[in-house]
């Protein structure tokens, strides 16, 4: 027992040489009391965001809009390249505008906003129009059918285009100075590119026409809508 003691005691004894305490030199430590500096990280790229994925977008383009691609295809291609900085090619064989993102892209969002203003072309609008996608945050594409207001056969539903356009495309252009919008009429489809409230103000309009108001009525109320607007802003 007298030697397991001794040895106890060595141990004991033993335990406070074996621990080393490291001084910590004045000024190159944080105060007592005080939390550590906070560390600075540089900002996350856009390619690192998606963990160096590379993203891709692809477009369909209909047969009837290949030769205006053809024609306007260097003024899609400088944009989406030079400014947003997103490679763009055309698959021929897959018929598809092809998006993708590269290391010095600036914005993840760039991805979207080139495939929306592509797709905004495909659907009929001119460059100079669908362009704004690109540039403004609070654009939008509507799309809606002529059957989805009113179920029209025959000569009744070439009345209701004859009505929305206008002779020769003046009451399409009143409606777009009004309402501060771009509207497509592609047979009996409707797209409308614009800010959510003015997609709307035209939207009304236009189905107003569908259903069988004449332009005149149409005008007056268009407006007194536009002249509220002026009025909010």
């Not at 205006?68 to 064989?93: F, G, S, V």
Request: some cysteine.
């Amino acid at each position: 027992m007298a030697d397991l003691g001794g040895v106890i005691k060595m141990q004991s004894g033993e335990a406070p040489a074996s621990m080393e305490v490291e001084a910590i030199p004045n000024g190159s430590g944080t105060q007592s009391g005080s939390l550590p500096s906070k560390p600075k990280f540089e900002p996350l790229k856009a390619h690192e965001m998606s963990d160096g994925r590379v993203q891709f977008r692809k477009v369909s383009v209909p047969p009837h809009r290949y030769s205006p691609l053809k024609k306007a295809w260097m003024e899609i291609y400088t944009p989406i390249y030079e400014q947003m900085k997103i490679d763009i090619r055309m698959n021929l064989k897959a018929r598809k505008v092809e998006l993708k993102t590269r290391p010095d892209t600036p914005d993840i969002s760039n991805l979207q906003k080139c495939a929306d203003f592509v797709h905004a072309f495909m659907l009929g609008f001119d460059v100079i129009d669908a362009i704004a996608l690109l540039r403004l945050d609070e654009l939008y594409v509507e799309s809606f059918e002529i059957k989805d207001v009113k179920t029209l056969r025959g000569e009744h539903l070439s009345r209701a285009i004859g009505r929305l356009s206008g002779k020769g495309g003046k009451t399409k252009f009143a409606i777009e100075n009004a309402t501060k919008t771009r509207v497509v009429i592609a047979d009996t489809k409707i797209h409308i590119l614009g800010s959510f409230q003015n997609i709307k103000i035209a939207r009304d309009s236009l189905c107003s026409l569908i259903l069988g108001s004449p332009a005149g009525k149409v005008y007056s109320k268009l407006r007194q809508v536009s002249a509220r607007l002026a009025e909010r802003f």
